[in-house]
């Protein structure tokens, strides 16, 4: 195995699932790295959500007894399970991070809050005897070196799974301890992939939650945020408005939901009409429950066609660029009955 070129020895992991490969991946270092190179390539162990959950609340659940015992299965890592060699730098940048007690954690709650990272399983049924939900529990702060390598390396197995959901609830990993647990390894890609993650924030962690999402979300369909409790300012819109014009590569669609964008839906109206390189926009952008009252059909309005439905009107027309007119955009609108409009998806066609 060890003579076998590069091409031959991914052949071969390519028909191994996700549990021989991370056997595999214990045997040594070389393959371990090969493995956390290619892994794109490979198999993932498939999870069907990903979210961080209050530990008091898993702890209620738990001892309330409402769900058979075998749907749960606790998972407390200690660091003896895992291979990995400190070098004193990163053994140095990680003694600071301890005695500043960053927390592994980003959000507002109390600082001593502990949370619980729970994997639900994708295939479940009630005669299934495997449990539903995986219930990862991680120290919320790192206190020792020793809770650093467990948080690193359970954060690398994360990585290496795949969700088709995930939900943050105005907490997400905090990026600058990702950042410092693998202080740019080139063999490990520091990404959750997730199908169709769901986020929410809070007003001062707007830009940070955004960052997360742009440098440690590998997004494959959509990603929704919900800022419902935010209240916007002319910074956060040109913050929205930068990530939707530039992050194209990264975002396949995103979905804004429950403020008033206007301001944010012209804006994005006269990049597509007026911008010499619409390539980088975000190729389906959604605003869902906009709620403004005062919307007028732009004057380059395409292609419209009206649809009247129960509760509802939609509105549907084309708008292209003006420097280069094959570049268009298909809008659909829906407007309640009071004229307002709560819907508008804007597609790269």
Request: aromatic share 14%; charged share 25%.
């Amino acid at each position: 195995m060890n003579s076998l070129p590069i091409e031959t020895k991914l052949d071969i992991f390519k028909c191994l699932n996700f549990t021989q490969l991370f056997t595999f991946k214990q045997t040594n270092y070389y393959y371990r790295n090969l493995i956390n190179k290619y892994g794109v390539e490979l198999a993932r162990m498939k999870f069907n959500k990903l979210s961080l959950i209050d530990a008091n609340i898993i702890n209620r659940e738990l001892n309330r007894k409402i769900y058979p015992s075998n749907w749960y299965k606790i998972i407390q890592p200690g660091s003896e399970i895992f291979e990995f060699v400190l070098n004193d730098q990163l053994n140095k940048k990680w003694q600071a991070a301890i005695s500043k007690s960053i927390s592994l954690f980003l959000h507002e709650f109390e600082p001593n809050k502990e949370f619980t990272v729970c994997l639900e399983r994708t295939f479940f049924h009630l005669f299934d005897k495997k449990p539903r939900y995986y219930l990862l529990k991680l120290p919320s702060i790192p206190k020792n070196i020793e809770e650093m390598i467990i948080a690193r390396n359970c954060l690398e197995q994360l990585f290496n799974c795949a969700f088709e959901y995930a939900y943050f609830n105005k907490i997400v990993f905090n990026p600058e301890i990702i950042n410092l647990l693998f202080d740019n390894n080139k063999t490990i890609s520091p990404q959750f992939h997730i199908q169709k993650p769901s986020l929410s924030t809070s007003t001062n962690l707007f830009e940070k939650i955004l960052r997360f999402v742009l440098n440690h979300l590998k997004i494959f369909e959509f990603v929704s945020i919900d800022f419902n409790h935010i209240n916007i300012t002319e910074e956060n819109i040109k913050i929205l408005f930068n990530i939707l014009i530039n992050e194209g590569n990264k975002l396949p669609k995103v979905c804004l939901s429950r403020f008033k964008l206007a301001k944010l839906h012209d804006l994005i109206i006269e990049h597509i009409t007026a911008s010499k390189n619409c390539s980088k926009t975000v190729p389906v952008i959604i605003f869902d429950k906009i709620l403004f009252s005062d919307f007028k059909l732009n004057e380059r309005a395409e292609k419209i066609e009206i649809g009247h439905l129960k509760t509802f009107k939609t509105t549907d027309y084309q708008i292209s660029n003006i420097n280069n007119p094959k570049v268009r955009f298909l809008f659909s609108n829906e407007e309640g009955r009071d004229g307002s409009i709560f819907y508008v998806q804007i597609k790269k066609i």
